[in-house]
């Protein structure tokens, strides 16, 4: 089994300031990591995913994550937010089951 | 329209009467899921089906009741509802690769149900 660890409930920052959220996650098997957003009263929109290959993944909206594998984490950054990025984000992790544990969430709200 | 698509999008229901959600999706995508999210716990998985008429249980199955005899529809039910059933639902589908390869794909999400048992 698989589980993710947001460390981060909520982010408060500041437009065009940089923007880093954290994720942990455990599993005994070779995983997929996921980073999901979620804008208010809206289902889940793919950012970026890392399935293998290059550690460092770009994603839509000028969003990337770095898998590292010792660590067991799946940073989210964006070097410069817009008021558009204030959302919940979720990371996600999956096995060979396709099925997704998801984190908590990390609530961003970006102030002008 | 193409996509994913969750009816109702609101609802309120009485505790102990019988409710379904609906989902229906149009890419013909093999797996389905039905996930319910609360405040401090993300999202979590009720059930899932792999294809039409195979369904299985997820992290929190108790009090729900799947279906799908058709690849596009796989309608929620919650049996007798109670008051900590009340959340946001959110269905999802996916393409798994071809075999040798990567052995999952993306999730797409419909836009959710906000549900509320008194």
């Known amino acids: 089994a698989q589980s993710v660890t947001q460390l981060d409930s909520q982010v408060p920052v500041f437009e065009e300031a940089p923007v880093e959220l954290r994720c942990n996650y455990s599993s005994s098997v070779s995983v997929y990591l996921f980073w999901y957003v979620q804008y208010p009263n809206q289902g889940l929109q793919l950012l970026l995913k890392?399935?293998?290959?290059?550690?460092l993944v770009k994603g839509i909206n000028g969003f990337e994550a770095e898998f590292n594998k010792s660590q067991t984490s799946f940073h989210l950054r964006k070097p410069s937010v817009h008021i558009s990025d204030t959302a919940e984000y979720f990371c996600a992790v999956s096995g060979i089951d396709y099925k997704l544990s998801f984190g908590a969430g990390t609530t961003v709200t970006v102030r002008a | 329209d193409a996509g994913i698509t969750q009816s109702p999008r609101y609802k309120i229901t009485e505790t102990g009467r019988q409710v379904t959600l609906m989902c229906h999706q149009t890419w013909s995508h093999s797996y389905m899921f039905w996930y319910r999210q609360d405040l401090g716990h993300g999202l979590r998985l009720i059930y899932y089906?792999?294809?039409?008429?195979?369904?299985d249980k997820g992290e929190v199955p108790d009090g729900y009741v799947v279906s799908r005899s058709k690849t596009e529809n796989f309608p929620l039910t919650l049996e007798s509802a109670t008051r900590s059933q009340t959340s946001v639902y959110f269905c999802?589908?996916?393409?798994?690769?071809?075999?040798?390869?990567?052995?999952?794909?993306?999730?797409?999400f419909g836009p959710g149900t906000r549900l509320t048992v008194l």
């Open positions: 089906s792999a294809a039409a008429d195979i369904t």
């Open positions: 890392y399935l293998s290959g290059s550690t």
């Open positions: 999802a589908s996916s393409e798994p690769m071809p075999k040798g390869e990567s052995s999952t794909d993306t999730q797409y």
